[in-house]
């Protein structure tokens, strides 16, 4: 018989990281500074009059573009 392990529960990409994340699951596009963030933020705005802001991520120390977390 064979013994397997069970995988770590920090895998789950919901949780502490949920800002690295999107709702579907897959990580952000990640930006390298605030500004690269905030124009992103600018051109789905203009787009899609989407309201995104830019926020730096605790998980990959880089820059992402979301809806407000509260936003429902
Ligand atoms: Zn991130």
New binding site residues.
Partial sequence: MKRRRRPLPSTRPLGRVA??FTREGT??N?YRTEREAQSAAQLAWTLNGADLNAYR?D??H?W?VGKRFRDD
């Fill in positions: 800002s690295h990580p952000k990640p991520c998980y990959c880089q992402h």
